[in-house]
């Protein structure tokens, strides 16, 4: 089980972002708009660093187990 977060950056410019989750997340996927889990995203210490391309839109499935 897990949830669904999806992100989006808004001021056309390439952003670094630092996402920290809490310690009950396990492994965080990139999704499709469809919600369907693509590629596993490396978690160091509960966090995972992105960076977005302007006007990006991303989905992230946190998962507990």
């Known amino acids: 089980t897990g949830i669904?977060?999806?992100l989006y950056e808004s001021m056309n410019i390439?952003?670094?972002c630092v996402l920290?989750?809490?310690?009950n997340y396990k492994k965080v996927y990139f999704c499709n708009m469809?919600?369907?889990?693509?590629?596993e995203l490396e978690m160091i210490d509960n966090s995972i660093n992105y960076l977005f391309k302007g006007f990006e839109i991303i989905t992230l499935k946190l998962k507990t187990k």
Do not use: A
């Open 14 to 16: 390439k952003t670094n």
């Open 4 to 6: 669904v977060v999806r």
């Open 34 to 39: 469809l919600e369907e889990e693509q590629t």
């Open 20 to 23: 920290s989750f809490g310690s």
